[in-house]
């Protein structure tokens, strides 16, 4: 997938709610004892979702990007606070950018890199000077369910802008890989979601995040060495690790894009919160894979290559270390009036 | 009355603190006034506030209106912008024992009230401590 | 211009009326009042109140208590100014008698509480407060009041008894008053353990919610003749405002509504405060007894919980203040309390207070506020 124009990184943002629920606490309520794969995860508070959370992030990328207008906000999530009204426009408004093509996207935890591939397009042909794509989630497992232990809460924006000496990296690739397979849903009135558990792995997420990198490798002329840097989607703490290792990877490139172990799996916004940590510290010339996964299923892959401008807009940065230290640990019993599972 | 209405009059009062300005003197008020109190002025434009201030009081509220009974007990200011203006709000992601008079703080996003899982859900700004 | 005088007034308990409405509430003041000067024929009746339109879907009390009482015919309006409706609504007809276009009327203020929730209580007080700004947010009265509490207690380096002193002396107050809500003691101990409301707040820093109704017979000089026993006259009635809300005032301490408002009511009755040897405040909250107290320039600034504590609004040997309990322990029927609050001035300077009886009082002053000092009240009684 090429564009007309170079297209750019201009700011990104990052938003990690304040609480951390340790999955010892999932274990003590409903396996009496032992821990999620993931240590914690980040919960939203009573009084955030995932409008709240998107225009905090959004707020962080506009601050770092320092562009007047948008043409387009994407808002890729799975956890939208209603089923009709979007959420785009939430952000909109508090932007205050009006003329704007808004809307919401959805394709499980791969939204906001479908968001990125669309306003990559509208940027690089020219239709528009600047687009912000934005990944957030307040997704929820069954209690008691596997997912429960891994769902987090976060949100990652993203400012791209045609390529100019401002922008701190450019996209120079990306491709994008479907098919129709059913290892996770929810229908249209459920509050938690289904899914068909170790079919979810190799038939999954291994197979269209191996195709989509292959894809990028084979159709761009790249391979593992080329990068630095690699993120990949983060449903849990071990599917990341080992299809990097199937794909060429060594543990070095993906450690600091990797969330998961320490504030869950973000859903849309896991693989590009993943790429802001990696922001927070590249360097110059150096390149980073991404590659998402969302279940139904699919899978984005890009190359981002970074520009010299770097060091100078990463100064505006709020950095995803700093949002994942802060914070306040919780136990099950405030997740669950935080997240709607009691109330008065 | 119908809140989804008068919250979509005011919504970049509650979204992005937007205040008013007077043309005459420069001094700026949130909410808005009609009328300058400082010069009596009656030309006031929009201006959007600062995000940053201070706790000049607070309260830790056991008994909240209803609609709010989800977020009880409720940490509450009356916040000082780095303007000067004063203006009131909640306080979110922290507890009463660690809240002091003068505290920094910041203008946050979140949902303010939301009529049930059928109506609508209303944000605006609360305050998070720096 | 013609004096006002007080021909009787009239007053039911306050408390809960689960048997009566808010019309039979306004009735059974009324008929008090019109029963203790027989020979006065009203004509005008003004119901303070605040929030019939929440509590009872009632509104147009106006007409409903005027033809309650029998009196088809008579003009009749209801006035709202938040808690200080009563007030308010004595204000109004006390210019109508002074400017000698009527020269007998009664006022009722009337609220019914009980019927609604404790949650829809706070919700129709908070209808005082700005829609956009404060109730949206979720800021209850109490919640404003307990900022304020806090703020006067940094500032000034008020302690936890120091606060509790009004509340302590309201309660004392209010146990020889036969029509006051809660006529028991509490102890500095009993307001420091009770329930935190708003914090630093508590449950005894806070007027109870109750029903009742209280009602004055005014008169014009011409009919004053037709008064039976001692004469009160209403020497003056003035309001004022501060800024609307708290946190738009740039010193929040300064009850600037109830300044102003003292101060031209305590100029037009050609006396000043040291003259005054009964008084009645606004005690909704302890914080807000003490910061009025101190516009009424009756304490220094800060000064006045510690003044209320060391005995100087004390019956027995200081300023004799809210001898009937006071908001606090008489209770807070909100659109009635400035009636009852001039009906207890009335009875003080009648030297009718029986066991609550002050020594010789002889002017009166009472300030009824709305909203926190947002609109203030004040009117000066004089024994003839």
Redesign the interface.
């Known amino acids: 997938m090429k564009t007309h124009y170079d297209v750019g990184i201009a700011g990104y943002g990052v938003y990690i709610p304040?609480?951390r629920l340790p999955t010892t606490e999932i274990a003590r309520i409903w396996k009496g004892g032992g821990a999620g794969p993931n240590k914690e995860k980040a919960v939203a508070?009573?009084?955030?979702?995932s409008?709240?959370m998107a225009?905090?992030a959004a707020?962080r990328a506009m601050d770092m990007a320092q562009v007047s207008k948008l043409g387009a906000i994407f808002v890729g999530t799975e956890s939208k606070?209603?089923a009709v009204k979007p959420t785009s426009t939430?952000v909109a408004?508090?932007l205050?950018q009006h003329f704007v093509l808004a809307a919401d996207m959805e394709f499980a935890c791969k939204a906001a890199t479908e968001a990125l591939q669309v306003v990559r397009g509208l940027v690089g042909s020219g239709m528009i000077e600047n687009g912000l794509a934005i990944g957030v989630d307040t997704a929820q497992g069954r209690p008691g369910d596997d997912l429960e232990y891994t769902t987090g809460s976060g949100a990652a924006a993203y400012v791209l802008s045609r390529s100019n000496p401002d922008t701190l990296a450019t996209v120079e690739a990306g491709v994008s890989y479907v098919t129709d397979t059913g290892d996770f849903w929810r229908r249209q009135t459920e509050k938690y979601p289904r899914h068909l558990s170790r079919f979810t792995g190799e038939p999954a997420y291994f197979h269209h995040v191996e195709t989509s990198v292959k894809q990028l490798f084979e159709t761009y002329g790249l391979k593992a060495n080329d990068f630095t840097y690699a993120v990949f989607h983060q449903p849990n703490p071990r599917f990341p690790v080992e299809v990097a290792y199937r794909l060429g990877f060594k543990f070095e490139q993906i450690k600091t894009g990797l969330l998961n172990p320490i504030i869950g799996n973000t859903y849309a916004a896991s693989s590009p919160m993943g790429l802001a940590a990696v922001l927070d510290e590249a360097k110059p010339g150096e390149r980073v894979l991404v590659a998402s996964f969302g279940s139904g299923a699919g899978s984005d892959a890009f190359s981002i290559k970074i520009t010299a401008s770097i060091d100078e807009k990463r100064k505006k940065a709020v950095k995803v270390s700093d949002l994942i230290s802060k914070n306040?640990k919780i136990d099950y019993a405030t997740y669950a009036?935080f997240r709607?599972k009691i109330?008065? | 009355m119908k809140l989804s209405i008068s919250y979509w009059r005011l919504k970049d009062r509650y979204y992005r603190l937007v205040g008013v300005r007077c043309e005459e003197c420069k001094n700026e008020f949130f909410p808005p006034v009609y009328v300058c109190r400082r010069c009596g002025s009656r030309s006031l434009t929009d201006k959007e506030m600062p995000k940053t201030g201070k706790i000049l009081t607070y309260t830790e509220l056991k008994e909240t209106l209803a609609g709010f009974e989800d977020q009880e007990p409720m940490l509450l200011g009356i916040i000082q912008l780095d303007n000067g203006v004063r203006i009131l709000g909640q306080i979110v992601d922290t507890a009463a024992e660690n809240l002091s008079i003068g505290d920094r703080v910041k203008a946050v996003f979140r949902k303010i009230q939301e009529h049930g899982s059928s109506g609508q859900i209303f944000y605006g700004y609360k305050f998070v401590r720096t | 211009m013609s004096r006002v005088y007080v021909a009787s007034v009239g007053y039911t308990t306050v408390g809960d009326h689960w048997n009566k409405s808010i019309l039979d509430l306004a009735i059974e003041a009324g008929f008090q009042a019109l029963t203790g000067a027989p020979k006065v024929k009203p004509e005008q009746l003004v119901v303070g109140n605040m929030f019939s339109g929440l509590s009872s879907r009632q509104e147009h009390l106006g007409a409903l208590v005027v033809n309650g009482l029998g009196l088809t015919g008579l003009p009749g309006f209801k006035v709202e100014a938040a808690c200080a409706s009563g007030g308010m609504a004595s204000l109004a007809v006390f210019n109508m008698l002074k400017a000698g276009q009527i020269d007998s009327a009664l006022v009722v203020g009337v609220e019914k509480m009980r019927d609604l929730d404790p949650g829809e209580v706070s919700q129709a007080l908070c209808a005082a407060e700005s829609a956009e700004y404060t109730q949206f947010f979720g800021a209850s009265f109490v919640s404003l009041n307990a900022m304020l509490a806090r703020l006067y207690m940094y500032e000034f380096d008020v302690s936890r008894d120091d606060l509790s002193a009004f509340p302590v002396l309201a309660h004392r107050n209010a146990v020889n008053a036969t029509h006051a809500q809660f006529r028991k003691e509490v102890s500095y101990e009993d307001v420091a353990r009770s329930m935190v409301i708003s914090d630093p707040l508590r449950l005894l820093d806070c007027a109870p919610v109750g029903d009742g109704a209280a009602a004055l017979l005014l008169v014009s000089e011409d009919l004053a003749g037709q008064v039976k026993g001692p004469l009160v006259e209403m020497a003056a009635a003035e309001s004022a405002t501060n800024r609307f809300s708290l946190y738009e005032r740039d010193d929040m301490l300064d009850f600037a509504a109830t300044r102003l408002a003292a101060h031209k009511a305590l100029k037009s009755a050609g006396l000043s405060i040291n003259d005054v040897d009964y008084l009645e405040v606004h005690d909704a909250f302890s914080v807000v007894a003490s910061l009025s107290v101190e516009a009424l320039g009756l304490s220094k600034k800060g000064q006045g919980a510690r003044d209320a504590r060391e005995g100087k609004y004390a019956r027995e040997n200081g300023l004799a203040t809210n001898c009937f309990g006071g908001l606090k322990g008489r209770g807070h029927p909100v659109g009635a309390t400035g009636v009852y609050q001039l009906a207890e001035t009335y009875l003080q300077l009648a030297h009718k207070a029986g066991p609550n009886q002050v020594d010789d009082a002889s002017v009166g002053l009472a300030q009824n506020v709305g909203g926190v000092d947002t609109t203030a009240v004040v009117h000066v009684l004089r024994r003839s």
């Open positions: 304040t609480y508070c009573i009084d955030e979702d409008a709240t225009v905090e707020r606070p209603y939430v408004q508090a205050g306040i009036k709607g109330s008065r």
